[in-house]
């Protein structure tokens, strides 16, 4: 119980967001293959390059969040620096905001678009039970970041 404990506390719902989103997207490429439906543009490099730094943006923000959140993993306290001054999610942000629209433009596929709305709205949802244990563990501190911070975007919606 313990170990499992320890695990949640590093890897959160990343696991079981992760493994639904390649689920959906593993369908979503299927129905791309099957029923060809691409984005219409005049110079599709644009998309792909636009894509490219989407993905870039999202790798660099991933990686300042997983940097950032080391020292809460060795302080055991709420991390409310870097990243997460902005956003209570940012690594999850880094996925669903910038690298995966970015990977659905570099393929040129609106049914690769509708993935990533539909990742956006599962993600939303799994991250309600990390935000529970988050209040669990910080009570009032938690509560007062989340009043301030986006769940996903720097500015609350809502």
């Known amino acids: 119980m313990a170990a499992q404990k320890v695990l949640k506390k590093i890897f959160g719902i990343g696991p079981v ?10 369908f979503f490429l299927w129905a791309d293959a099957t029923f060809t439906l691409t ?3 005049d110079h599709a490099g644009v998309l792909k390059t636009f894509g490219v730094l989407l993905m870039a943006l999202g790798f660099g923000l991933h990686c300042w969040s ?7 993993w060795i ?3 709420l991390c409310t620096k870097g990243p997460f001054r902005y956003v209570r999610h940012p690594m999850y942000a880094a996925w669903i905001t910038f690298i995966c629209p970015g990977a659905a433009l570099y393929l040129n596929s ?10 956006h709205v599962l993600w939303h949802q799994l991250v309600k039970e990390e935000e529970k244990i988050m209040l669990a563990t910080f009570g009032d501190a938690y ?4 009043a301030r ?8 919606l809502g």
Request: with cysteine; aromatic share 20%; charged share 15%.
């Open 17 to 26: 967001g992760a493994a639904a989103s390649l689920c959906l997207l593993a």
């Open 39 to 41: 984005i219409a543009i």
């Open 66 to 72: 997983f940097s950032t959140l080391r020292s809460w």
């Open 75 to 77: 302080d055991d306290q």
């Open 110 to 119: 609106w049914w690769c678009l509708f993935w990533v709305l539909l990742v």
């Open 143 to 146: 509560r007062a970041y989340a």
């Open 149 to 156: 911070t986006g769940r996903f975007f720097p500015v609350k």
